[in-house]
């Protein structure tokens, strides 16, 4: 379990909040201070413990000298909590397909009762988004969605000033929005031609190998690498180097993501994209024709206004921090109002 050295807090504001963001994999953890500065972190397995108490209480134990070491628990004022189809309205995770614990779990529920203070949970894309709101691009921002570009992909969506989480928790879906009707089956949830499926880097890799199969003359490098061993970075990898194939991929992509973004404008009019993720790495490969076809799919009133930027925020960081922010975020304040309060 990798942590960070403990420091002092230099706003000497003894406040804390514990970020947590749980992963299909592993969970991220840390202790955060008014600055946004993680003086301590750690990670433990989310699939090494069957029972859900087992995993608190693995998780707890990790905090605990890291609570003692920032003065003792009295000095952190709560949890916030990151986590696949976290639903920010209970508390509760709801069938989340890439976590082993199935059905509804009282997560915030859980922690309350464990760590004896309050604990705030959201679905892990709206907490990146008040991260970003709080420490990173969107800061000063009121209007403004956030895509996240990994393995799935998920979104936040801010407009004025607030998160739009819907009459029941679970708004912002926008990766599931179907871009493509009747198009490439979603190997989780079964739909067919939606935005995950092909802006992911799943999705990406899933478009290298139709081409492959479908362009059967065409020399490509990833034709070297065995079918199921090919992924996203493959794919960029070889499109650095110049393969025809590879740059396509990128070119499709960005094609549909791009589209995508453009039906994102028009519903809600932000003044900024934030996109974040492994994904993104393929820079201007991508970029480009997201940004061309972003433009070419609006209508003339949302042309040229809407700013198309990478996160801010470590990706090392940023689940954490998104977390983090959920403590500082009061009820009776927007998110714009808390960042005032917080500098």
């Given at each position: 379990m990798a942590k960070k050295e403990v420091f002092t807090d230099p706003a000497n504001k003894k406040e804390y909040a514990i970020g947590i963001d749980i992963g299909g994999t592993n969970t991220k953890y840390g202790i955060v201070?008014?600055?946004?500065?993680?003086?301590?972190s750690g990670a433990i397995s989310s699939k090494e413990y069957e029972d859900i108490h087992d995993f608190i209480d693995a998780l707890y134990n990790g905090l605990v000298p890291e609570i003692k070491a920032v003065g003792g628990m009295q000095y952190i004022k709560g949890i916030g909590m990151g986590a696949p189809n976290g639903n920010f309205y209970t508390g509760t995770i709801e069938y989340a397909p890439n976590l082993q614990w199935k059905g509804i779990i009282p997560?915030?529920?859980?922690?309350?009762?464990?760590?004896?203070?309050?604990?705030?949970?959201?679905?892990?894309?709206?907490a990146a988004a008040m991260g970003e709101l709080m420490y990173g691009a969107a800061r000063g921002m009121k209007d403004f969605i956030m895509i996240t570009l990994g393995t799935g992909v998920g979104s936040g969506i801010v407009a004025n000033g607030q998160m739009i989480y819907g009459h029941d928790g679970f708004a912002g879906e926008l990766g599931h929005t179907t871009i493509i009707p009747g198009g490439r089956m979603h190997w989780a949830t079964g739909m067919k031609g939606s935005l995950e499926a092909y802006a992911s880097a799943t999705g990406i890799a899933i478009t290298?190998?139709?081409?492959?199969?479908?362009?059967?003359?065409?020399?490509?490098?990833?034709?070297?690498?065995?079918?199921?061993?090919?992924?996203?970075?493959?794919?960029?990898?070889?499109?650095i180097k110049g393969d025809a194939l590879a740059k396509s991929v990128f070119e499709y992509t960005g094609e549909i993501l791009g589209t995508a973004l453009a039906n994102f404008v028009m519903f809600s009019s932000p003044e900024a994209i934030i996109l974040f993720g492994g994904v993104i790495k393929a820079g201007d490969l991508l970029m480009d024709p997201v940004r061309r076809n972003m433009e070419a799919n609006l209508l003339p009133i949302f042309q040229n206004k809407v700013k198309?930027?990478?996160s801010e925020?470590?990706?090392?960081?940023?689940?954490?921090?998104?977390?983090?922010?959920?403590?500082?975020?009061?009820?009776?304040?927007?998110?714009?109002?808390?960042?005032?309060?917080?500098k």
């Open positions: 201070n008014h600055r946004g500065e993680i003086l301590s997560m915030a529920s859980y922690f309350n009762e464990k760590f004896k203070k309050p604990c705030t949970l959201t679905n892990d894309a709206n290298a190998k139709e081409l492959l199969d479908e362009k059967i003359n065409e020399k490509s490098l990833l034709r070297d690498i065995p079918h199921d061993q090919i992924t996203s970075k493959s794919v960029y990898d070889a499109a198309l930027i990478f925020l470590k990706e090392s960081d940023a689940a954490i921090l998104g977390a983090s922010a959920l403590v500082w975020e009061r009820k009776d304040e927007s998110p714009a109002d808390v960042l005032e309060a917080v």
